[in-house]
């Protein structure tokens, strides 16, 4: 074997390719579902994967550039991978780095997703006919792993200073899952986000009802006036204040106080059956998300926040507030508490679907 900082065997290059990009894969797809701070290791390892994968592509891209210059057509979607690699790190950073490099109306966290889709793909049919593992003599090289060692240690290193850097430079600090903070405390002027067709039109509190069902003793229903009390406005006799994060998977967080119904007092009044193990929260639109009962206890069905009547877009008159879940959780418009035996799995359709149906 050649000696010299750059003699990695070309299969443990690729092998570690691979390994990165399953990581940035796993933790990519993971991190849109950390919303707990003992979940912060998640976009860690996402972020550290990434600074492993640029030296890793860098061998690759010298070793076969003379394949790629004698172009034949067979070299096109090997190519077509690297660039959509090479895009997928930029949007990365540049999301880190909070520098532009929007597409449309689109943040560089979203074509960020949208492109480490494209790798996945790709790289499917770029190892259809290609894979080889690393034989053990290739792993057994002391110096190589230590080179291994020292590039995660960068990787880490780089991880650990770009909060000091975004510091320095005066750009808002992201939360450990990669968001922005904005509107915090400011009653209904953050973000709206709903998924493309989830758009009802205004519920009208005076005929709309909360309904508590399923696996039940007494099913029951709600409507506005009892669930907020006379006043509608803070400080109704069951009213609760929750200060909790919103934080939506397109990169922005809001910090509130939002004030409502406990999920335990809807759910006494009802009296869950002992098979009760989930609880779904259904909105009007027919998006819905469960989470396991003893959490539903404490979750908070809002009707305001920071003291003001939620509005529309933010879900009027009742909305999930579920602290430690991202914000495609927190379902709006709700009007039925279904109490399961089982997760209900449709629901991982459900939100993408509802309003188209
Ligand atoms: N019914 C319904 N609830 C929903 C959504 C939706 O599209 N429909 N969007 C979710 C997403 S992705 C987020 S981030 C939050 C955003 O809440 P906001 O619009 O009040 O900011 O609501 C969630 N609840
Ligand atoms: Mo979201």
Redesign the pocket.
């Known amino acids: 074997m050649p000696s010299g900082s750059l003699s990695v065997p070309p299969r443990v290059v690729d092998g570690s390719l691979l390994v990165s990009v399953l990581i940035l894969l796993g933790t990519g797809i993971g991190g849109l579902l950390a919303g707990r701070t003992g979940q912060w290791w998640v976009m860690a390892l996402h972020g550290i994967a990434g600074v492993v994968l640029v030296p890793l592509l860098v061998l690759k891209l010298r070793r076969v550039a003379p394949r790629v210059r004698s172009a034949s057509p067979t070299v096109l979607p090997s190519l077509l991978l690297a660039l959509i690699t090479g895009l997928a790190l930029m949007t990365g950073l540049a999301w880190t780095l909070g520098t532009g490099l929007d597409v449309g109306p689109f943040r560089p966290l979203v074509v960020h997703g949208a492109l480490g889709v494209g790798v996945a793909l790709l790289l499917i049919v770029h190892l259809r006919d290609r894979f080889r593992l690393p034989t053990r003599d290739d792993l057994a090289d002391r110096r190589l792993a230590l080179r291994y060692a020292a590039l995660i240690g960068v990787g880490a290193v780089a991880w650990r200073t770009q909060p000091v850097v975004n510091r320095l430079r005066d750009v808002t600090p992201r939360r450990f899952t990669g968001s922005r903070e904005t509107g915090s405390d400011g009653g209904n002027s953050?973000?709206?986000?709903?998924?493309v067709a989830?758009d009802p039109d205004p519920v009208d509190p005076g005929s709309w009802s909360l309904r508590v069902d399923g696996l039940v003793q007494t099913p029951r229903t709600f409507d506005y006036k009892e669930l907020v009390g006379e006043r509608d406005g803070t400080g109704s006799d069951r009213e609760t204040t929750l200060r909790a994060v919103?934080d939506?998977?397109s990169g922005w967080y809001s910090i509130h106080d939002w004030q409502g119904i406990r999920g335990a007092e809807v759910l006494a009044a009802a009296k869950p059956t002992d098979a009760a193990r989930w609880v779904t929260f259904h909105?009007v639109?027919g998006?819905r998300w469960s989470v396991p009962i003893e959490e539903a206890q404490s979750v908070l069905l809002a009707t305001h926040v920071d003291g003001v009547r939620l509005s529309h877009?933010?879900?009027f008159p009742l909305?999930l507030v579920a602290p430690g879940r991202r914000?495609?959780q927190?379902?709006?418009?709700i009007d039925r508490v279904e109490v399961r035996h089982r997760r209900d799995v449709g629901e991982l359709v459900a939100i993408f679907v509802?309003g188209f149906v």
């Open positions: 953050f973000p709206v986000t709903s998924w989830d919103l939506c998977t909105s639109t998006y877009g933010h879900g909305r914000g495609f927190w379902v709006k418009w509802s």
